[in-house]
């Protein structure tokens, strides 16, 4: 998800290197019927986005999703949450 999310905001020249983008992930394992299987990924995304570019970073959020093969394999069995925490870098 987090490559996929790169990619698209890579597209709209919001650059990801080094310390500028991160991903918080926790999960909830729980019985279902007697088999224990994940049901719930959290991730919280953590970008430092140049001047300027915030919106393009929260327009990338709302469509990277449904681009993402992990996401889109585990849709409908696995709940998934995602949010992005974004700031400006001064120029």
Do not use: Q
């Not at 926790?26 to 019985?31: P, T």
């Not at 992990?70 to 925490?85: F, P, Q, Y």
């Amino acid at each position: 998800m987090m490559g996929t999310l790169a990619t698209v905001l890579a597209g709209k020249k919001v650059p990801t290197f080094g310390d500028r983008f991160r991903a918080d992930v926790e999960g909830d394992i729980e019985d279902v019927d007697g088999v224990l299987r994940i049901t719930r990924i959290r991730v919280r995304y953590t970008l430092k986005a140049p001047a300027g570019k915030t919106a393009d970073a929260r327009e990338a959020m709302e469509t990277y999703i449904t681009r993402c093969p992990g996401a889109m394999s585990v849709r409908g069995c696995i709940a998934i949450e995602d949010m992005l925490d974004v700031s400006e870098l001064a120029e």
